[in-house]
């Protein structure tokens, strides 16, 4: 049996040659790290983020979320990984705080 490399199988059978993907929460971490590999194996990826993206957007915001799309004709890829957290006791959790981690973490991933 013939062995591959790993980076030679990898390459053919992960390219996203002329796919486009868009990524939320993409300007560091672990959306940073996602967008280059996704780069890495060919796709046009649109990155989004509050700030200092290709486009700079808050998915909380539905013009915002619509700007996202304008222009794409397609979009075989989407990753939402913005999002965002409060640290405090639940006793002391803030209404608006509680508010803000729900629209980021769930309201934008079922909008998108």
Do not use: C, Q
Request: zero cysteines.
């Amino acid at each position: 049996m013939r062995s591959a490399s790993p980076s030679t199988a990898l390459g053919t059978r992960w390219s996203l040659e002329g796919r486009t993907a868009l990524v939320t929460g993409a300007t560091k971490g672990i959306g940073l790290a996602i967008a280059n590999e996704l780069e890495s194996f060919g796709a046009r990826v649109i990155r989004v983020a509050r700030s200092n993206a290709e486009v700079n957007a808050d998915v909380t915001s539905p013009a915002d979320r619509r700007r996202m799309f304008e222009g794409l004709d397609r979009l075989d890829i989407l990753v939402n990984n913005a999002g965002t957290i409060h640290r405090s006791p639940a006793a002391e959790y803030p209404d608006e705080e509680w508010e803000k981690v729900i629209a980021v973490n769930l309201g934008a991933v079922f909008r998108l």
